[in-house]
């Protein structure tokens, strides 16, 4: 399945079957992203958490003329059961923006190592009208979580550090968990009872 080819509700109904799947297969708890690099914040991730996250700020950027964009969630939707973000020195950019805006919330537990801590927005501008491909990247803005970090250069810092080992991969049912996947079944597991 092509999930980029469906649209509207097709897309929300898949969105939520594989939300369900994953819930089930997890205990009735979230296990969400690591190893995921992301330049953009995109409408997709502001949904992404707007799903999760009380009504409220998400994330915003600032330019070297202040506030710039704010990404705000509703009260139409919130996940209510414990949740875990994975990450490590791989998440970048929206994905760190993703794991702070949830850490800023208190809506799940940060586990891994810290993030990449890259907190900036660069544009592409051309140089040439004549279309030769000669451009320039600025930076032109800063990603700021809720709470008004900037990570850029720091990175996300778990709420619990583990680091990753191959060696602690462990087969159960047919699937692979290495030992941040289990912590993180751990920790949502002690937060169920």
């Known amino acids: 399945m092509h999930m980029q080819s469906r649209k509207g509700d097709d897309m929300k109904k898949i969105e939520k079957r594989v939300l369900d799947y994953w819930t089930v297969r997890a205990h009735d708890f979230g296990v969400v992203r690591r190893n995921e690099i992301h330049n953009k914040l995109s409408k997709r991730w502001s949904d992404e958490l707007d799903r999760l996250l009380p009504e409220g700020l998400l994330v915003y950027t600032e330019t070297n ?6 990404y705000y969630s509703t009260n139409e939707e919130s996940y209510d059961k414990p949740m875990a973000v994975l990450i490590n020195g791989y998440s970048a950019s929206a994905s760190e923006v993703f794991a702070g805006a949830v850490q800023d919330y208190k809506a799940g537990t940060i586990i891994g190592t810290t993030s990449y801590g890259k907190g900036i927005v660069q544009s592409i501008f051309s140089l040439n ?3 030769d491909g000669s451009a320039i ?3 032109t803005a800063r990603y700021y979580t809720p709470n008004g970090r ?5 990175g996300i810092t778990p ?11 462990e087969e159960r049912d047919g699937l692979y968990y290495d030992n941040q996947m ?3 079944i751990s920790v949502l597991k002690n937060e169920i009872k």
Do not use: F, S, W
Not at 65 to 70: A, Y
């Open 65 to 70: 003329q202040g506030r710039d964009e704010e």
């Open 129 to 131: 009208k004549d279309g």
């Open 137 to 139: 990247k600025l930076t």
């Open 150 to 154: 900037n990570i850029h250069g720091i």
């Open 159 to 169: 709420d619990i550090t583990v680091e990753y080992n191959d060696e602690l991969v």
């Open 182 to 184: 289990l912590m993180a």
